[in-house]
Structure formats: structure tokens, C-alpha cells
């Protein structure tokens, strides 16, 4: 039995030996046919290997706080159309390169919704980031800094989903504006991107600031987006 154990460990199958461990205490390995014991020991080794990837895109993507799907509010009031959520909890938008706008005032939930969908998109095992605009702005800056913006550019390139958050609480400068087409450009058709904001699309235009890279801008988030703008609610008034 240990000599079993120290092969599992060596062969880093740990989902395996958790299992034959199981086993062993509550007395079931002699009750089991092989086939039933095998079937059982890999599928736990699959589970657990899912379990750590999921866990590692979790990590990985950086969101603030836990979001899910399941626990959204789905209060008609709040401009979410269930059968749409539902739609976009299969992620067939993140297979198909589309872009999500999400749009309303403070508080009601932007940052939630786009974080839930990114969520359920790491459970399906895409690779998925978040940043709040002024810490990516912030970053680029620092891998500009050090000479390495090429291929932070292209590390999130790759991404199957981006998502930024925030957008619009700041005019853009200078190399910002290019910054920020590079980065729509490289995902045009391509790669899903989540963007919330405050402020109604229309406003965008001057929150980008160059005329030419506002309109290249636009032009690749806009059209065929799918857009939700929120509202909130507070004693049942609706903002």
C-alpha cells in the first residue's frame, strides 16, 4: 500500500492518492471490482487537475472580489434581460470575439456582472484578465519603463477575454490614446473584451481625446457589441 502511495506521489497524480487514501479508511478497496477502481481513481485525478486549473485562471485574472452568474440580481428594474445572461453564461461570445459594453451610474453593478462573466468564463477554462483602467494605465507605464511593453502588449493579446473596468473616469493622454487602440486593435474579431463605464458610449469620443483614435476606436467596439446599460434602484425608485 505505501509502496502504491509513493508511486502516486512520484508520478504527481495527487487527485489519485487523495482517492486511495479515501479508500483505505473507510475500508472500500476490497468491495471494488478493478475496473470500478480504476474508473474511480481517474476520475477523481480528472476532477482534481480541472479543480487546480480553474483555480490557477482564478488567480490569474486578478479580479477584486468573488462574482458569479448564480447569485447576479436579475431584477428587471436593473436593465439585465435574463435570457440575455443566460446566453452569455455559454461564453459562445468569448468564442466568437465579440465585445460587451456595460454602462450606468455608480453602484449598480458594472464591475459585478463584468466579473461574474469572467468567472464563468475561467470555469470553462478561458484565459481571462481584469484591470481597472487607471492600474493598467499605470502598468503599461511600469513595462515601459523597463523596456518590456512589447510583450506585455502581447501577453494580453493572447487573452481569451480582457476585461476593463472603469473606463472613462479619466481623460486619455498622449501615448495613453495609443496605448489603448493598440490594445482594441489587437482583439478586433479576434479576442473577447468586457468594457464598463460610467458614462454613455457617446461620451467615449472625448474621453479618448484624438480625433483619429477615437474614431478607430469606436469603430471596433461599437458596432455588434452587446450592450447593457444598468440601473439602480433605491426604494424602488429607479435612478
Given amino acids: 500500500m ?48 480541472q479543480t487546480k486549473r480553474i483555480n490557477r485562471l482564478m488567480n490569474s485574472a486578478k479580479f477584486t472580489y468573488a462574482a458569479s452568474l448564480e447569485e447576479l440580481d436579475l431584477t428587471p428594474e436593473r436593465g439585465i434581460d435574463s435570457g440575455e445572461i443566460s ?20 453602484g449598480t453593478g458594472k464591475s459585478y456582472l463584468a466579473m461574474a462573466l469572467g468567472d464563468k468564463a475561467c ?40 476585461i476593463l473596468d472603469d473606463f472613462g473616469m479619466f481623460k486619455l493622454q498622449g501615448q495613453q490614446q495609443n496605448d489603448i487602440e493598440q490594445i482594441v486593435d489587437d ?26 483614435i477615437a474614431e478607430s476606436f469606436l469603430d471596433r467596439i461599437v458596432h455588434k457589441s452587446i450592450r447593457f446599460r444598468l440601473q439602480g434602484y433605491d426604494n424602488n425608485i429607479v435612478m
Avoid at 29 to 49: A, Y
Avoid at 99 to 104: A, M, N, P, Q, V
Avoid at 143 to 162: M, P
Wanted: glycine content about 6%; aromatic content about 8%.
Fill in 123 to 162: 470555469r470553462l477554462n478561458y484565459r481571462v484578465s481584469y484591470f481597472n483602467m487607471q492600474k493598467l494605465m499605470e502598468e503599461i507605464k511600469l513595462q515601459r519603463l523597463q523596456g518590456h511593453e512589447i510583450k506585455f502588449f502581447e501577453k494580453i493579446s493572447k487573452l481569451d477575454l480582457l
Fill in 87 to 106: 446566453q452569455l453564461g455559454t461564453c459562445n461570445f468569448i468564442r466568437d470575439g465579440h465585445t460587451i459594453l456595460i454602462t450606468g451610474p455608480a
Fill in 2 to 49: 505505501e509502496e502504491i502511495v509513493n508511486m502516486f506521489h512520484s508520478l504527481k497524480l495527487s487527485g489519485m492518492s487523495d482517492c486511495w487514501d479515501s479508500l483505505n479508511e473507510t475500508h472500500r478497496i476490497d468491495k471494488l471490482s478493478f475496473s470500478d477502481g480504476l474508473q474511480l481513481l481517474l476520475q477523481t485525478e480528472q476532477d482534481t487537475r
Fill in 187 to 212: 482583439r478586433y474579431r479576434k479576442k473577447a473584451l468586457i468594457i464598463t463605464s460610467q458614462l454613455p458610449v457617446s461620451d467615449w469620443y472625448d474621453v479618448i481625446g484624438n480625433e483619429l
